[in-house]
Each structure stands twice: as C-alpha cells, then as structure tokens.
Nanobody, 120 residues
Framework: QVQLIESGGDLVQPGGSLRLSCAAS????????MGWYRQAPGKQRDMVAL???????TYADSVKGRFTISRDNALNMMYLQMNSLKPDDTAVYSC??????????????WGQGTQVTVSS
C-alpha cells in the first residue's frame, strides 16, 4: 500500500546530468527493495537500477558507470543520479518498490513515471 511519486524528469542535452527523485508515502521503504525502470515509446519496460533493503545495487549494462541509485530511508526517498546522458536514455522513468512479506509473497508497486528527454 505504498504510494510512489517520481519527479525531476526534464529535457537535457547529450552529456548533461539529471537527478530523479522518488517520494514514498503510506509505508516506510526500509523494508522494501527499490528500483528504477524506463520505457521508451513502442518498447518494453527495462530495469535501469535496483537497490535492495540492504543497500546493494545492480545496474543495467547500458547505464553502468553513468547512473547511480541511492536511497534515504529516513526521508522515505529514492534517487537516480544520471550523468553523461545519451539520446538513447530518453524514456519514461518509473519508480518501483517490492514488498516481501514474512510469508515469502511479494507485492510490487509502481509510480506514474517522469519523462526524461535527451536531445540537442
């Protein structure tokens, strides 16, 4: 029952930087695995970066070394720092949260998405 709201999407030039934010409400994210996904028009939604409850991170090969995912559990926030942006990074970026119950069952939650456009 967590609600996720993304912000920070914008139009930027190639080589530029952008920081996306995900604000969670309704539940504390310290018990959730979190991540960022993106979807370009006509394409499937792909994983960009993941961060577990323990703080371990995973990145798609296409963004490794350029993007950094982080979380601030005290503020119920998650971030994606995006550097050296390329036109291929253009997509709607969505915040993701995974709740794992004691039973082992997992629940998935998604934000509405924020548009990132990289163009000259």
């Amino acid at each position: 029952q967590v609600q996720l709201i993304e912000s920070g999407g914008d139009l930027v030039q190639p080589g530029g930087s952008l920081r996306l934010s995900c604000a969670a409400s309704g539940s504390n994210i310290n018990t959730y695995n979190m991540g960022w996904y993106r979807q370009a028009p006509g394409k499937q939604r792909d994983m960009v970066a993941l961060i577990t409850r323990a703080g371990t991170t995973t990145y798609a090969d296409s963004v490794k070394g350029r993007f950094t995912i982080s979380r601030d559990n005290a503020l119920n926030m998650m971030y994606l720092q995006m550097n050296s942006l390329k036109p291929d990074d253009t997509a709607v970026y969505s915040c993701y949260a995974q709740q794992i119950l004691s039973s082992g069952v997992g629940n998935d939650y998604w934000g509405q998405g924020t548009q990132v456009t990289v163009s000259s």
